[in-house]
């Protein structure tokens, strides 16, 4: 049975005039107790043991126990606080040492120290309560938090640390110093909250922590939305998060499953995978990104799937020695290029459409810079479809361009290979190679473009077979410079001028056309005379025969030689 107490400051028959007083009494009965306080201020440091409620009686906020300094409440066995408010500075405000703590309704002031700390091997449940200042710290205990505020916390909101685990539900986070919710060689579950002003992320799990989170809103944040770092695992589903410098990020080994996510007008990047980051992305929206909606970096290497990226600049980057697979991927109405992979990484394309970019492929590095797309679909591109530069090596299987400026284009060292692939309705050329680029394409079919089908130029290499070029309007296939090759199998039709205008270093075998080819010259013109003008010389006004000039000379005989050859 649970013996009853009741205080007041105004005291009375039967009614203890201070808290401790209560519970003193209470455990010197050594029964479950209830104490009741009644409105008013309790300049009291609470120590509580046993089987203890302590409950305020009256409107919320009308009891306040705490002193200037020090701790409110330091809580041994099963105790339960309901309606108080506990005020703190430099020190745990609420501290529970051993057993189980409940703080419901409860206000908690924190003021440069911690607002409740639950120490290994304890319980903390908080339901329905606020916390200013001071952050709330699970260090190797189990803990629920739910429907509660947390504002202003100079440190992390609510940390989550050797080996706590702990669930955070419905629960509201705002201006943070550091994070919102942090988790550190822990365990957490991060559910229906909402997290806002954060100085650094607002969720972050490190120290190969667990963390999972479900239908969250974080915005307005100075730094990542949600971040693993430090080969930490979990999942993150139904979240959305806007107005971040990163939506997310994936550093250091972590490895975190992403489903049905949105990251929106995030300043830097949306996705940001590097430092060996993985993590596997499932359905998820990226929308107006500062810089790039996707990226990995220094050998990131995420799996995007299903993923749709609409405005903002850069969509995928691929940079630094990094890796990614991106499948059913979409993208539109960027700034810049859709695709991008650079500087020794490599990229895996695969089901990708890319609509209204100026520049829908980009690879630019070493021969170690690969890019493999297959079943693409690339629509109103204001420069290029695919552009290969470097010694970047790029394969095209079952890839459309259509509507744009060039389709594909491979120079300086880099290669191109293309099989079963098509371009259509291009302003200036379906395909391009220059410098000493090299284009292999198997069945490659150019239609309508507003020049040439394919050009050759400058010391590049063509080696194409089983193509056709249609309805090219100037020539189907130029070939200058000194590029060579071979077209083998291929169709030109239309009404071109020309099917070939080649310089005779590329060979033309089972071309099927009715149009023209020519052979146009590749040796130089032959240089003009050389003219010399002596402007020291004699002057003659009439044709003069038989003379000889001599100037600039220190010496001079005139000879004259008359009729018959011998002399005057």
């Known amino acids: 049975m649970v013996a009853k107490y009741v205080v007041s400051p105004s005291g009375g028959r039967g009614v203890h005039t201070d808290i401790t007083s209560a519970l003193v009494a209470a455990v010197r009965r050594g029964r479950a107790a209830r104490i009741e306080i009644a409105p008013g201020r309790y300049e009291e440091a609470l120590t509580v043991r046993g089987e203890v409620q302590l409950v305020a009686v009256g409107a919320p906020g009308s009891v306040v126990v705490g002193r200037a300094r020090g701790t409110a409440l330091d809580a041994y066995g099963t105790v339960g606080v309901h309606g108080l408010v506990l005020t703190g500075r430099d020190a745990d405000t609420v501290a529970c040492h051993a057993g189980t703590l409940t703080l419901e309704g409860v206000e908690v002031r924190a003021y440069n120290g911690v607002g409740v700390h639950a120490r290994p091997n ?8 606020v916390v200013l200042h001071g952050r709330v710290l699970f260090s190797g205990a189990r803990g629920l938090v739910e429907r509660c505020r947390f504002t202003d916390a100079t440190d992390n ?15 509201r986070v705002e201006g943070s110093r550091l994070h919102g919710v942090r988790v550190s060689g822990a365990r957490a579950e991060v559910a229906g909250c909402e997290l806002t002003g954060t100085g650094l992320a607002a969720v972050v799990a490190d120290t190969q922590a667990e963390l999972t989170v479900t239908g969250c809103a974080i915005d307005a944040v100075h730094a990542e939305g949600i971040c693993f770092i430090e080969q930490s695992r979990g999942s993150v589903d139904r979240t959305r ?72 600049n850069v969509g995928i980057a691929v940079t630094e020695g990094a890796r990614g697979r991106f499948t059913h991927v979409t993208i539109e109405d960027l700034t810049s290029v859709a695709l991008r992979v650079r500087d020794g990484s490599s990229a895996v394309f695969e089901h990708v459409r890319v609509e209204r970019c100026p520049s829908h492929v980009e690879t630019l590095g070493d021969g170690g810079t690969t890019a493999d797309i297959t079943d693409a679909v690339f629509r109103d591109f204001d420069m290029s479809a695919v552009e290969v530069l470097g010694r970047s090596r790029v394969r095209l299987k079952n890839v459309s361009a259509e509507r744009g400026t060039l389709g594909f284009g491979v120079g300086e060292e880099a290669q191109l290979l293309v099989h079963d692939c098509e371009i259509e309705a291009v302003s200036r050329c379906g395909a391009i190679a220059f410098g000493k680029g090299r284009l292999v394409a198997r069945n490659l079919t150019v239609t309508g473009s507003g020049t040439m089908g394919l050009s050759g130029g400058d010391s590049a290499y063509l080696d194409v077979v089983d193509s056709a070029f249609t309805d090219c309007a100037v020539v189907g296939v130029s070939v200058r410079d000194r590029c060579g090759g071979r077209l083998a199998d291929c169709t030109v039709d239309g009404t071109g001028r020309d099917a070939v205008r080649h310089n005779g270093l590329v060979e033309l075998a089972s071309l099927r056309t009715s149009l023209p080819v020519v052979k146009e010259s590749t040796e130089p013109a032959a240089p003009p005379p050389t003219i010399v003008n002596n402007f020291n010389a004699p002057v003659f006004n009439a044709e003069v025969h038989g003379v000889q000039l001599a100037w600039n000379n220190t010496q001079a005989v005139q000879q004259q030689t008359g009729e018959g050859g011998s002399p005057a």
Request: net charge negative; proline share 2%.
């Open 157 to 171: 909101a609510i940390a989550v640390i050797e080996g706590a685990d702990v669930t955070v539900r419905h629960s």
């Open 241 to 312: 998060v806007t107005d971040a410098q990163h939506g997310i990020a994936v550093v250091g080994g972590s490895d975190p499953v992403v489903r049905g996510c949105a990251f929106v007008r995030c300043r830097d990047t949306g996705i940001n995978v590097r430092s060996s980051g993985r993590g596997r992305f499932e359905e998820c929206e990226v929308r107006d990104a500062g810089n790039a909606s996707v990226f990995s970096t220094e050998g990131g290497s995420p799996e995007v799937h299903g993923c749709r990226v609409s405005g903002g």
């Open 122 to 129: 304890t319980s903390l449940t908080l339901r329905d309560s």
